[in-house]
């Protein structure tokens, strides 16, 4: 059965649907007329809106939506106070009495008040002083961090059910509070707020709660209020960060993949003999068997200690792609212009090489190359003294072109630009690897360093496909070639790893 495709379940805008400006693509929202504040949820408006959370973690859901209902009725009957967005910083510029005639049907209720107490724990909280008034001494502080904590964790994500319950919260005390209207056509769209949730199409109702909720951010709930910014870090002074245990990752076995690979790497060696009808030098007989198994070497190699889980996996699996790429784009130009290029190109990278290095004593000299045997590459073919250095692309292209050229750019889109993101250290792939996320919730999921990333997605079942195009390819150029990498997935077993894979 075919696997649903992924853009089913994408909901935000496709590739097709950015505009393109020269080299960047811009996704439709930002080319929107105008400058566009952006208040976020989570960072400026969750904060001000922390009371409310503490009644959400502690409540049942009819239980907290009835008490909301009974403030939004409190708004109404208090219309003079013009509370917009139910928020923090908005209390504090509250007398007291007002505060209290808002607050009544939970400053009526004792339990209701216990619950709210965590807020003490918060010294600059804008509107501490009216909550100071009422709310019971707190005794159990990390009792009521933890608290505040699973109110947070319930509401980071924008659309959760309680994010999207206390943002109708806000919704409907701005309407009780005469600050929004619906025009008369709107009213069936007025029925479903008001009844929420139990009247309308909830995949409808509820985004057009959060989005009428965003549309009226007032300025104290925005990033302008300092109250935002002194909660997160309040927080983040008074928190511990949670970071993630170490998972021992589970043992792969890959013996069986390794012995199969060894194998290939044997029966396109002996394939080499079979073809070959000359010693002279033959770019095309060398390039052709000398792609194939440096693509293999590499797929023995990401097999071994774990590499293909690790991140040089990725850096293999590239490097594949690119040798696939230049063998496919070699095939469709299959002529000895074309092979000798990419062999003097190669020859003259040496030449390069070796001249950058014979100044240097040999205490300066990098570890990982014998200038004597660079020397010896570089003139293998043809006197160092003619061969010309290119110092561009050898085929005077780049990879992408050159893999649609080659009819094979739909490999090059799904093997080669996220793996080079490791390879370059690019942000993403930085994030991806060293980094994980801080558990407590009051420090909203920040980035922390994570233990050495031994489990990534394993590379292997990729390698082998790849491998087997460039065998593909092998089977075109010398003819006939049928061995394949049968074995498509590592082996997963249930031990732990052995130590040596700490
Ligand atoms: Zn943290």
Known sequence: MASKKRSSKHSGASLDQHHREGKTLIPPYARLPGKIELSSWRDDRLPEMVWATLICAQNKRDSYLSIFRELADSAHDNQDIKCDGMGHSRFATLTDVQFDKLFDPILSSKDRLFQLSPLLLLKNL??????????????????????????????????????????????????????????????????EVMEYPTYGDMRKVRPSIRAAEMA??????????????????????????????????????????????????????????????????????????????????????????????????????????EIYV????LLKNDTETFWKRYRVHGNGQAKLAFLKLVDLSDSEVPSYVRPDELEQLANEDRWQEFLEIDLGNWA?????????????????????????????????????????????????????????????GSVAPDSVKLINLILDQLSQAYPPFKARLRIKEPDTVTEAAPTSEK
Not at 169 to 182: E, N, P, Q, T
């Open 216 to 321: 009226f951010v007032v300025p104290e709930d925005g990033p302008t209020s300092g109250w935002p910014i002194a909660f997160w870090q309040e927080c983040l002074n008074s928190t511990k960060c949670h970071p993630a245990p170490f998972r021992k990752p589970k043992a792969i076995k890959i013996e069986r993949m390794a012995d199969e690979a060894f194998k290939l790497y044997d029966a396109v060696s002996n394939h080499f003999y079979d073809s070959l009808k000359t010693t002279d030098i033959d770019p095309r007989m060398d390039g052709v068997f000398g792609m194939c198994l440096y693509a293999i070497t590499l797929h023995i190699t990401l097999l071994s200690s774990g590499s293909h889980r690790r991140l040089q996996g990725r850096f293999f699996i590239r490097t594949i792609v």
């Open 326 to 329: 230049t063998f496919a784009f």
């Open 396 to 456: 005077k292209s780049d990879l992408r072109k050159m893999s649609e050229e080659a009819g094979v750019k739909p490999v090059y889109d799904k093997f080669y630009g996220w793996p080079s993101g490791y390879v370059h250290g690019h942000w993403g792939a930085v994030r991806d690897t060293v980094f994980d996320l801080c558990l407590n919730p009051l420090h909203r999921y920040h980035r922390v360093p994570a233990p050495p990333r031994l489990d990534m």
């Open 126 to 191: 804008p509107d501490r002083d009216h909550w100071l008034r009422h709310l019971p001494i707190l005794e159990e502080e990390e009792t009521a961090w933890q608290l505040l904590g699973k109110g947070i964790a319930e509401n980071l994500w924008h659309q959760s059910q309680a994010a999207t319950d206390i943002r109708w919260l806000r919704v409907i005390c701005l309407i009780a509070s005469g600050k929004m209207h619906f025009a008369e056509t709107m009213r069936e769209h007025l029925r």
